[in-house]
């Protein structure tokens, strides 16, 4: 993962002092994303063809991803439970398929996947989305913005300390001993700037991997803005940028210096 903020504690209230910029010659990041949530959109099926007319000069590649949701129906007598089929989203993405941008109603999001890029590299799609989708959607707010970035980290070695690598485990009584299996540690950070919170999901990647000879693990790390927004590029820019350092912190304060040693720590001027 690549950290072109400054980074700082994890407490979320506030950041002290100012820790040199870095990025990493071996990021684990695995896919980084932006969600943007709008109300009130003029949405019809004609608009993801206008989107892909303004974008496929970029954005070649397009495909629908179909959506279904699980729908439960509480009754004094009956209930039933079943799958919704919703609206489909569509998909555009670049020739090599590394850059992805997805549309549906009072929805858009732009994905970053393999090879990740630094920030500045994808951070302008997500304004150049946002103003495509208000020129063939007008919609009428954002409700909500979600900065997400999900990292595999692969430590080599049958038995690990924790906490030689990371900052967040489980931590067990000494009667239960220092051994465990999968395990998943979750918690939301308020953060300083109105209506953020990073939520960090951590925890092994898969339950069978915790017994091989490489140790993999995914954390995520995901900033959510939870307050209306007119939607123009500058107010999206300032939560997005405040999104991607509330991002970083977590990262950083996430893990020891070994593991930076390992990811290839590199300083940025």
């Known amino acids: 993962m690549n950290t072109d903020s400054e980074p700082g504690q994890i407490s979320g209230n506030h950041r002290q002092g100012e820790i040199p910029k870095r990025s990493y010659r071996n990021p684990p990041v695995v896919e980084a994303l932006c969600e943007i949530y709008f109300a009130e959109s003029s949405w019809d099926d004609t608009v993801p063809g206008a989107f892909y007319e303004r974008v496929r000069s970029r954005f070649p590649r397009k495909q629908r991803r179909e959506i279904q949701e ?9 209930s039933s439970a079943g799958v919704q089929r919703l609206p489909p989203w569509m998909q555009f993405l670049t020739e090599d398929g590394s850059l992805m941008i997805q549309v549906a109603e009072n929805l858009v999001v732009v994905n970053q996947l393999l090879p990740y890029r630094h920030f500045e590299d994808w951070e302008p799609v997500i304004y150049e989305t946002l103003n495509v989708y208000n020129e063939v ?10 900065l997400r970035y999900i990292n595999r980290i692969e430590i080599p070695g049958a038995i690990i300390a924790m906490e030689d ?9 000494p009667t239960l001993g220092n051994r465990h299996g999968a395990f998943l540690v979750r918690v939301e950070v308020p953060q300083a700037e109105l209506g953020h919170t990073v939520l ?26 939870s307050r209306p927004l007119e939607p123009n590029e500058a107010k999206l820019e300032k939560e997005v940028k405040a999104a991607h350092g509330n991002v970083v912190m977590a990262f950083e304060g996430s893990m020891t210096d070994q593991l930076r040693d390992m990811l290839g720590v590199e300083e940025r001027t």
């Open 165 to 173: 690598y990371f900052t967040i485990y489980p931590n067990l009584p």
């Open 70 to 78: 699980a729908k439960i129906t509480m009754g004094p007598e009956t």
């Open 137 to 146: 959607a007008l919609p009428e707010k954002i409700v909500r913005i979600g």
């Open 200 to 225: 960090i999901t951590f925890g092994p990647a898969d339950s069978t991997q915790l017994a091989g000879e490489t140790q993999v693990f995914m954390l995520d790390l995901y900033d959510r803005i």
